[in-house]
């Protein structure tokens, strides 16, 4: 199966918006609503950011917001902050009953 | 709180065998999935595959079946993954990760980096 297509970089000033886009298919995002995102800073293992397209977990900033339209997902993030900069995965549970993630976005706030 | 830690960096040559583990703690080990992701050097998250410690029930991504060996021991909350033979295409960050079956991964653990080289 292949990875879900995400943008390689985005960049943002402090206080602006983001989206990054994860872009799948019919036998993954587009089947189930389990798409999730994930934010890893260097050296360090990944965080869940948000669950089931739109749910942000306990502790994670109500900045962060996700949607989802067809076989393409996305991943808001306003009023951008410097601790923000990470790279971000989706992930989405498949027909195959297995879990694809994207190939990740380096977002840089400048 | 849950837990899940790793055992420590490895450095390995190419056709030898390795077992890593990863040892869950503060939740039910048996009712969880525990997940496995590879992130080689410079690169982004891999889905390896998930059990259920609970009925050893296994999931392979297709790209990883046949290449790595999952398993777990429910009576000491430890799952593992395992090489029969490295190859240097194998070095790699490795973590596990609570899963749920169709969804989220809501704990990581914190990786255990291993190196194939001749």
């Known amino acids: 199966q292949s990875a879900l297509t995400q943008p390689a970089s985005v960049s943002g000033s402090p206080g602006q918006s983001i989206t990054i886009s994860c872009t799948g298919t019919?036998?993954?995002?587009?089947?189930?609503?389990?798409v999730s995102w994930y934010q890893q800073h260097p050296g360090k293992a990944p965080k869940l950011m948000i669950y089931?397209?739109?749910n942000r977990p306990s502790g994670v900033s109500n900045r962060f917001s996700g949607s989802k339209s067809g076989n393409t997902a996305s991943l808001t993030i306003s009023g951008l902050q410097a601790e923000d900069e990470a790279d971000y995965y989706c992930?989405?549970?498949?027909?195959?009953?297995?879990?694809?993630f994207g190939g990740g976005t380096r977002l840089t706030v400048l | 709180e849950v837990q899940l830690v790793q055992s420590g960096a490895e450095v390995k040559k190419p056709g030898e065998s390795l077992k890593i583990s990863c040892k869950g703690s503060?939740?039910?080990?048996?009712?969880?999935?525990i997940g496995w992701v590879r992130q080689m050097p410079g690169k982004g998250l891999e889905w390896m595959g998930i059990?259920?410690?609970?009925?050893?029930?296994?999931r392979y991504s297709p790209s990883f079946e046949g290449q790595v060996t999952i398993s777990a021991d429910k009576s000491i909350s430890t799952a593992y993954l395992q090489w029969s033979s490295l190859k240097a295409s194998d070095t790699a960050m490795y973590y596990c990760?609570?899963?749920?079956?169709?969804?989220?991964?809501?704990?990581w653990g914190q990786g255990t980096l291993v190196t194939v080289s001749s």
């Open positions: 089931d397209v739109i």
């Open positions: 503060g939740y039910s080990f048996s009712t969880y999935w």
């Open positions: 992930s989405s549970y498949t027909t195959a009953s297995t879990h694809v």
């Open positions: 019919s036998s993954d995002i587009g089947f189930y609503n389990h």
């Open positions: 059990i259920y410690p609970g009925d050893s029930d296994i």
């Open positions: 990760a609570r899963q749920y079956l169709t969804a989220k991964i809501d704990y």
